[in-house]
């Protein structure tokens, strides 16, 4: 049981990564008008702390930090720069389990998940800290006798974050790491919900050598404010943005009067396609991880769960076994694999979508109300005879929800999971090769699963199509995103 940051140090081998003050221009800083907002457990409701609530005035200091420390810190070479991703990677490492234990405290995701987001988030740092030596620009053949052309990369400048609550270290280590490891300045702001997770990696970095005003986090309630400070600043040259859909459009339309850089990590509608030759077990295995990782509560969940006919009372039946042995619980007790919702707007959506669904015919296998432990916690839930009308089918339900569809052809399948808005992940399981191939490349989204639910890695690129953002994270592709490309055309 958690309720103030003293039981929460108590839990920490560093007590001093609970940082409670924001971190601007490599001072650790009270808001000018010394405000605050409350950052709460969501496993209790209680109160973990509080921490600063910055505005305009404080960020607009970071940017003006990030772009004065950015230029002797694109100076050095990328692999100094390199030696110091890497320290911080090093630190991030040693001081896992407390990063974890923050990061379950302000989020809820059970230890195990917060331990795994720590080194996830961390293996970005260690990838771009080995990018960061490997900035390569070209030369180009002169389309004249005299002319000599060559192609540089240079850092973007100033770059600014905006993130979500659901992986609050690794979202913000995917866009920072190589901004950083190319050269630029970076201001971040987390979401309220969960600031504690960022404010510790600026901790470390700090350690790592990170120079001051290099990296800052803006701990702020007011994202609004926040977000127009980013794209009405000109100093700042790039936004990244990982959050949904509807937010990401607020964001680039006030970012088009300069014509700001944006990458976009929006929503997603994952569909999940069992087909009849599919090895069930293993598409039982990868419905799991991909429908009940972080309880529902990521953008490439899936999200719509589509069971050929000669195979969906046999997979519905496996699945709902083995849903019912997850154990929803507080994420720092042992065993618990499924922690509480974000907060109560959360466990209302996911229950507007059950209702929706049984209202239109749908069966509850398994689930379906809200968890006896109260609060936010939700039994993970397994419906069947769900329809393409349904909510379920059009909306992202960010919760423990696996909505089972029955098809019959190939052809139907791929209509029905391309029929939305959306492009983020989408997976499938079969066996025959021409399936296979037929599928993979019909499905219209940024990243296919292919007989696994868990894609996510620091050496692919991901992003999604359609309205699921704009841009890649991580892989080599990763640094496009902070650089600008020069053309030099020189005259002998
Ligand atoms: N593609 C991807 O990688 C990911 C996509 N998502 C999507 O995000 C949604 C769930 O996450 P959620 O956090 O609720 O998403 P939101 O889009 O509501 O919030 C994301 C971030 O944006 C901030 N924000 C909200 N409104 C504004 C605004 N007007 N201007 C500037 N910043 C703003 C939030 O601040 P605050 O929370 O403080 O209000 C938060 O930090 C789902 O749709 C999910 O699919 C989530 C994670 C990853
Ligand atoms: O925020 C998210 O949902 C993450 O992008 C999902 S992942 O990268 O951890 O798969």
């Keep these: 049981m958690l309720d103030t940051a003293t039981d929460l140090r108590s839990l920490l081998s560093d007590p001093t990564l609970l940082a409670t003050k924001a971190y601007v221009a490599g001072e650790w800083i009270d808001a000018d008008d010394g405000a605050t907002f409350e950052v709460r457990n969501p496993a209790r409701g209680d109160v973990i702390c509080t921490v600063p609530d910055l505005g305009r005035a404080e960020t607009a200091r970071a940017i003006e930090a990030a772009d004065r420390a950015r230029r002797d810190w694109a100076a050095m070479t990328g692999k100094e720069r390199a030696a110091i991703l890497r320290k911080w990677y090093d630190l991030m490492v040693e001081n896992a389990d407390d990063l974890a234990r923050i990061l379950t405290a302000e989020m809820g995701k059970p230890f195990a998940e917060a331990r795994g987001e720590i080194l996830y988030g961390a293996s970005f740092v260690e990838w771009f800290s080995e990018e960061a030596k490997r900035i390569y620009g070209e030369t180009i053949p002169g389309h004249q006798r005299d002319k000599r052309i060559t192609v540089i990369k240079q850092p973007i400048g100033v770059a600014a974050s905006i993130t979500p609550w659901n992986f609050p270290n690794a979202m913000i280590a995917r866009k920072v790491a190589p901004a950083l490891a190319v050269g630029c300045g970076f201001v971040a702001r987390p979401a309220a919900e969960t600031p504690l997770s960022a404010l510790a990696m600026a901790v470390l970095a700090e350690r790592a050598g990170v120079p001051a005003g290099v990296f800052s986090v803006v701990t702020s309630s007011r994202a609004s404010d926040i977000g127009k ?119 209302k959506k996911v229950e507007e979508h059950i209702a929706d669904a049984l209202a239109g015919g749908a069966e509850i296998v398994t689930g379906g109300k809200r968890h006896e432990l109260g609060g936010t916690f939700f039994q993970p839930t397994v419906l069947k005879g769900v329809t393409h009308d349904m909510k379920v089918a059009s909306e992202e339900t960010f919760g423990p929800v696996a909505p089972l569809f029955r098809f019959e052809t190939e052809e139907e399948v791929i209509a029905k999971a391309n029929d939305t808005i959306f492009g983020l992940a989408s997976y499938f399981y079969a066996r025959d090769i021409g399936r296979i191939t037929r599928v993979q490349e019909a499905l219209e989204y940024g990243m296919v699963g292919v007989n696994t639910g868990l894609i996510s890695t620091e050496v692919a690129p991901f992003g999604g199509v359609k309205q699921s953002g704009l841009g890649r994270e991580g892989s080599r592709h990763g640094v496009e995103d902070y650089l600008e490309m020069k053309y030099i055309c020189l005259s002998v």
Excluded: H, W
């Design 229 to 347: 400070e980013f794209c009405e600043n000109p100093i700042v040259r790039k936004l990244t943005f990982t959050g949904s859909t509807e937010v990401g459009r607020i964001l680039l339309r006030q970012a088009a009067d300069q014509i700001k850089k944006c990458s976009m990590e929006l929503g997603g509608n994952a569909p999940f396609i069992v087909f009849d030759d599919a090895d069930l077990d293993a598409a039982v295995e990868g419905a799991m991880i991909s429908k009940y990782r972080n309880n529902g509560q990521t953008c490439v969940c899936a999200n719509r769960i589509y069971v050929q006919a000669g195979v969906y009372d046999a997979f519905a039946e496996k699945l709902a076994r083995a849903v019912e042995r997850l154990k929803v619980g507080d994420g720092l007790e042992d065993g618990v694999t499924t922690g509480p919702l974000i907060n109560e707007d959360a466990v």
